[in-house]
């Protein structure tokens, strides 16, 4: 069994920054991706930034440049280090794993916390 818990949401300006955190914990032989997934009302959720246990990642467009995925393998945390925020970036952020443990292996989503982007 696996949890994940995301901090680091809350309101900041446009062109402002924020941080997030995602903590993967229990009984974790394997991660093989970390990921960042976003949700604003009445849309769609999107994927946002991937991260694999070989440490290539991807981006959405609308992202590039400004968002930056990274882990702390010893941590079992990903990290979306967000740059120059605009309106549109805001939304309910949720992570997203694909671990294996000793009994399975599957996908795992956080709670989500809150960015909100505004003046």
């Known amino acids: 069994q696996v949890q994940l818990v995301e901090s680091g949401g809350g309101l900041v300006q446009p062109g402002g920054s924020l941080r997030l955190s995602c903590v993967a914990s229990?009984?974790?032989?394997?991660?093989?991706?970390m990921s960042w997934h976003r949700q604003a009302p009445g849309k769609q959720r999107e994927a946002v930034a991937i991260i694999t246990s070989g440490g290539s990642t991807n981006y959405a467009d609308s992202v590039k440049g400004r968002f930056t995925i990274s882990r702390d393998d010893a941590k079992n945390t990903v990290y979306l280090q967000m740059n120059s925020l605009i309106p549109d970036d805001t939304a309910a952020y949720y992570c997203?794993?694909?671990?294996?443990?000793?009994?399975?292996?599957?996908?795992?989503w956080g709670q989500g916390t809150q960015v909100t982007v505004s003046s």
């Open positions: 229990g009984s974790i032989a394997s991660i093989y991706s």
């Open positions: 997203h794993a694909y671990i294996a443990t000793i009994t399975i292996t599957s996908h795992y």
